[in-house]
């Protein structure tokens, strides 16, 4: 199975080199293109026109194996990918197609580290449902923290909005626009709900309309409270009703929702203790409690 494991490497290396020295002619040329493009301007250090390792040969390897997990999985998109990682916050961590690529990356050391294990353990066909097992494991557990994060993600924003919409009445009582209110909270705050405000701002400063930028938030963030507020401005700017007893409103509403979804939770914890504590506590207790009479009991017979 060792052997196996270091076949299908070594083969996965033979390819990424070959695949290095197909391209190699291309890159050429867009090399000669560069220098032929700054001829004429002198060049202070000559390192300044090489490419560096991580544009010659990561990049490259990034797309190739992003766009194999692309034709592996038809349904999965770029846009679709997209759209996960701006939920989660992660697009200035991850592309796409680093997105993709990392999903590989993960599946490949889940092969090789469980078919490891399996050939150090029980070994034969139970080594290759440990590196089956592994890969799998390996290509969702990136799918996981995205999905973790997101929800992570929408949980702080549904909880900072009531705070933030009460910032923003206050300044538009007081006489501010608001796009001044929500500049002066950008710059007071903090969290995913700002940075996102943040980008709304950006937009509607580069001219885009209000109530595009503010679709666009709620496109992004996907979350009701959220969005609830969006139909809530929209409407006021279109019917032209005050914006600070809108925002007094959805204030109080934003408000309200988060202490229903905070007993909602702890109306759900006692049924999700019920597990560990049958499967941990439970057979501790009858252990402690009924294991001296069940050994006074043998004695007797």
């Known amino acids: 199975m060792l052997l196996l494991i270091l076949a299908i490497s070594c083969f996965v290396a033979a390819v990424v080199m070959a695949g290095e020295v197909a391209a190699e002619p291309g890159r050429e040329r867009m090399r000669s293109v560069r220098l032929a493009a700054g001829y004429g301007k002198r060049v202070y250090n000559d390192t300044l026109t090489a490419e560096s390792f991580r544009g010659r040969v990561l990049l490259p390897l990034r797309q190739r194996l992003g766009g194999l997990v692309l034709r592996l999985s038809p349904k999965t998109t770029v846009a679709v990918v997209?759209?996960?990682?701006?939920?989660?916050?992660?697009?200035?961590?991850?592309?796409?197609?680093?997105?993709?690529?990392?999903?590989?990356?993960?599946?490949v050391v889940g092969l090789i580290t469980g078919g490891l294990l399996g050939a150090a353990g029980?070994?034969?066909?139970?080594?290759?449902?440990?590196?089956?097992?592994?890969?799998?494991?390996?290509?969702?557990?990136?799918?996981?923290?995205?999905?973790?994060?997101?929800?992570?993600?929408?949980?702080?924003?549904?909880?900072?909005?009531?705070?933030?919409?009460?910032?923003?009445?206050?300044?538009?009582?007081?006489?501010?626009?608001?796009?001044?209110?929500?500049?002066?909270?950008?710059?007071?705050?903090?969290?995913?709900?700002?940075?996102?405000?943040?980008?709304?701002?950006?937009?509607?400063?580069?001219?885009?309309?209000?109530?595009?930028?503010?679709?666009?938030l709620a496109q992004r963030t996907d979350v009701a409270v959220v969005s609830g507020?969006?139909?809530?401005?929209?409407?006021?700017?279109?019917?032209?009703?005050?914006i600070g007893r809108i925002l007094r409103v959805q204030a109080t509403d934003a408000r309200l929702k988060r202490q229903a979804a905070a007993e909602e939770r702890a109306m759900k914890a006692p049924v999700?203790?019920?597990?560990?504590?049958?499967?941990?506590?439970?057979?501790?207790?009858?252990?402690?409690i009924l294991g001296p009479a069940f050994i006074n009991l043998f004695k007797l017979f």
């Open 229 to 242: 507020f969006v139909r809530a401005m929209v409407q006021a700017d279109q019917l032209g009703m005050s």
């Open 272 to 288: 999700k203790m019920l597990i560990p504590t049958v499967l941990f506590i439970f057979p501790s207790m009858f252990l402690v």
């Open 82 to 107: 997209g759209t996960r990682l701006q939920r989660a916050g992660l697009t200035r961590r991850f592309t796409p197609y680093g997105f993709l690529a990392t999903k590989a990356v993960t599946a």
């Open 122 to 216: 029980p070994g034969g066909t139970a080594a290759l449902l440990f590196a089956v097992g592994g890969a799998a494991l390996g290509y969702l557990l990136p799918d996981t923290y995205v999905t973790m994060k997101t929800r992570s993600r929408r949980d702080q924003i549904g909880a900072d909005l009531p705070n933030a919409l009460d910032l923003l009445a206050v300044s538009v009582e007081a006489g501010l626009g608001f796009d001044a209110s929500v500049a002066r909270l950008v710059e007071r705050t903090s969290g995913p709900l700002t940075e996102e405000l943040q980008l709304t701002l950006q937009e509607m400063r580069i001219g885009e309309s209000r109530e595009n930028a503010l679709k666009k």
